[in-house]
């Protein structure tokens, strides 16, 4: 494979590399992390995305890139609005997968004291694991709104705060969501689904803050040195998966009748502007905000467990939600002109810098909250977002560590009561719904997550603002 490096954290595979490149794939890596990534198809993956009809810019790959369906994972891809194609692999089966971190006024020390406690309570109060069931009965009829309202329809309803809307990405709400798009099967697997954390790689953290990198930005987002925070990484459960298998199976006939042709069936697309591509962003946008009402349960769920353990007097506030699995339409100044893109970010963060608009009224100073998980053994970060991703990645960073192991080899020869006797030694407690819960995810599975984000800080995507390590983790 032919790869061009154009500075330590930047390397190019030029479009001439391979018949049917349309632009050039730009991923970011240091030396350790591009050998691991070569091991597998993510740079072709990233190759077959620069094929895509409409593509605008290069085919954009960040450090925690790893194979993912028919799109990298960790890849980024802007379509022209009106020329370009929507693809659903380029969102995933987990739609709006996202992360949201909530400050709390409690120190390391004392909830340390009280830590099993605190984790058995959160875990009975917040259901995991494949097909868990929430403890809300929605209706039908307020599954619907739930669609087409987000995360404002959850706090309306009494489960949550004001100011959470106010510090979502898009206040937790895509415009132009149809739940009438969302097939009933898609709907009967969501409805029980509400404030769920689910299985696989999603988890929910008790943490605290390691070390703050940016005083100025820490102070902005409310974060100091030894305070305990909670992360949350959850999407939209088993609706989100639906609506992508439902549209997947529509997309093989649709792409005869448009005439397109790819190197990667599961690439499957179709032009945005078509009767099928409008179909399918109603009903992506409406399980994005399925999503956004899950994490928001959750939030509601866990200031409960909070209060049950510590008292009325403890405060929970969230700093930022943003989604990491999405097709959004957005506008860039590139090569000297406006584009009007739709942006797929397939495991990616979007990281607007200082004074953008579109970010809460009290971040704008510093620049948009960036959340990165690493792992359960390792640490997580909060960075900022930079005026270069909007020069150079569409206002995109990545988002997480990136996984170095697959499930399967993750589980090889491990046992479960042997890896959380570990990480208790090191004073994280974890449970788990499944024993596969806990191996499949063991830190050694992701990359270093500390060297992807010095990746991200020195090209200048994002910057660092507080390193944070978990004490108390709950897994699928």
């Excluded at 099993?116 to 009965?137: A, I, S, T, Y």
């Excluded at 506008?331 to 797929?344: A, C, F, I, M, P």
């Excluded at 050694?444 to 983790?473: F, S, T």
Aim: aromatic residues 6%; proline residues 5%.
């Amino acid at each position: 494979m032919l790869i061009e490096h154009v500075d330590e954290v930047r390397h190019r595979i030029p479009k001439g590399a391979r018949h049917g490149m349309r632009t050039d794939v730009l991923f970011y890596a240091s030396g350790p992390i591009l050998e691991q990534v070569e091991k597998d198809r993510a740079l072709e993956q990233a190759m077959n995305v620069a094929c895509l009809p409409g593509i605008v810019g290069p085919s954009l790959a960040m450090p925690d890139i790893h194979q993912g369906y028919g799109f990298p994972i960790g890849g980024v891809a802007a379509m022209d609005w009106d020329s370009g194609v929507v693809s659903p692999g380029g969102v995933g089966y987990d739609i709006n997968c996202g992360v949201r971190l909530i400050r709390t006024n409690l120190e390391k020390d004392e909830v340390r004291a009280r830590l099993k406690e605190l984790v058995d309570q959160v875990f009975r109060d917040v259901p995991c694991g494949v097909g868990g069931k929430g403890h809300l009965d929605i209706s039908e009829k307020q599954l619907n709104q739930i669609l087409e309202q987000g995360a404002e329809w959850m706090v309306e309803h009494g489960y949550g705060e004001p100011s959470d809307i106010e510090h979502c990405e898009e206040r937790g709400c895509l415009a132009a969501a149809s739940a009438g798009e969302v097939s009933a099967r898609a709907k009967e697997r969501g409805r029980p689904q509400i404030g769920t954390l689910g299985s696989g790689n999603h988890f929910l953290e008790i943490q605290f803050v390691h070390r703050v990198h940016d005083e100025e930005a820490a102070r902005c987002y409310g974060l100091e040195e030894g305070q305990v925070v909670v992360l949350i990484h959850s999407g939209s459960r088993g609706l989100g998966h639906q609506v992508c298998t439902d549209f997947l199976a529509q997309m093989g006939a649709a792409m005869k009748k448009y005439g397109i042709t790819l190197p990667d069936r599961q690439l499957a697309c179709v032009p945005i502007q078509s009767p099928e591509g409008q179909s399918y962003l109603k009903a992506m946008r409406a399980a994005a905000n399925f999503a956004w009402a899950n994490r928001q349960a959750m939030l509601h769920f866990v200031r409960g467990s909070f209060q049950k353990v510590f008292g009325k007097h403890v405060r929970l506030g969230l700093i930022y939600d943003v989604c990491h699995n999405i097709a959004k339409r957005e506008k860039y100044e590139y090569n000297g002109r406006t584009v009007d893109v739709l942006v797929h970010r397939k495991g990616a963060t979007r990281a607007f810098p200082p004074r953008h608009p579109e970010i809460p009224a009290d971040y704008r100073p510093v620049g948009q909250p960036v959340l990165i998980p690493g792992s359960m053994g390792t640490a997580s970060w909060v960075l900022a977002g930079c005026e270069g991703a909007m020069k150079e990645s569409f206002g995109s960073v990545c988002h997480g560590a990136g996984r170095l192991l697959s499930r399967h080899a993750a589980k090889h020869g491990r046992d479960a009561r042997a890896v959380q006797r570990q990480l208790e030694e090191r004073g994280i407690l974890v449970r788990s719904e499944t024993r596969d819960g806990i191996i499949e995810e063991v830190p050694e599975a992701y990359k270093d997550v500390d060297e992807v984000i010095e990746v991200v800080h020195q090209a200048g995507l994002a910057r660092k603002v507080a390193r944070l390590r978990p004490m108390g983790v709950i897994k699928g």
